[in-house]
T-cell receptor
């Protein structure tokens, strides 16, 4: 089944710097890769996702890149701000006999942005 | 549209008891997934229901069960509670199965404490 590894588990950056979080997945049939942000005491919320037919997607200060050959995808946050401090989760779908099943989440990266 | 709601928000139970948690998805959403969140373990998939049928099940013991009603509301039950079941239980709804690339919207969670 699908296995999703996420690194690093904690990341501390200065305000204005960039942050990069990387995930690897095991199932080559996976074709949808979302990223969720969970602020302290709040529910996870989708911030960006990418499908396997594109290699990069951007939304203002955040971007996601996908390398299907290497089976890894990354979240890039530029010009970080204190409000970016949160736990970020990547995910990939479990494959069930050719159809995409439930999402498997990485263990999360706690990002701290220091002012 | 109203968001995903979960009841109760907090629960304290004793070892050996059983508990039932409820999740009301966004109107029109037919998929409900349940996750257990504990520090350091991220979001661990419990099960997904779609149109009243369990679509997938995670690697949890049979003490964890669930169901979905015709109005898409879902319940999960944990019998014979153990201390290790203490966690935040999150449900998420989507219009179609989440692994197919449809955004999951999370509820606020039920914080279960087993003493």
């Amino acid at each position: 089944g699908e296995n999703v590894e996420q690194h690093p588990s904690t990341l501390s950056v200065q305000e204005g710097d960039s942050a990069v979080i990387k995930c690897t997945y095991s199932d080559s049939a996976s074709n949808y890769f979302p990223w969720y942000k969970q602020e302290l005491g709040k529910r996870p919320q989708l911030i960006i996702d990418i499908r396997s037919n594109v290699g990069e997607k951007k939304d203002q200060r955040i971007a996601v890149t996908l390398n299907k050959t290497a089976k890894h995808f990354s979240l890039h946050i530029t010009e970080t701000q204190p409000e970016d401090s949160a736990v970020y989760f990547c995910a990939a779908p479990m494959n069930y006999g050719g159809s995409q099943g439930n999402l498997i989440f990485g263990k999360g990266t706690k990002l701290s942005v220091k002012p | 549209k109203a968001g995903v709601t979960q009841t109760p928000r907090y629960l304290i139970k004793t070892r050996g008891q059983q508990v039932t948690l409820s999740c009301s998805p966004i109107s029109g959403h037919r998929s409900v997934s349940w996750y257990q969140q504990t520090p350091g373990q991220g979001l661990q998939f419990l099960f997904e229901y779609f149109s009243e049928t369990q679509r997938n099940k995670g690697n949890f013991p049979g003490r964890f069960s669930g169901r979905q009603f015709s109005n898409s509301r879902s319940e999960m039950n944990v019998s014979t509670l153990e201390l290790g079941d203490s966690a935040l239980y999150l449900c998420a709804s989507s219009s179609l199965p989440a692994g197919e690339g449809y955004e999951q919207y999370f509820g606020p969670g039920t914080r279960l404490t087993v003493t």
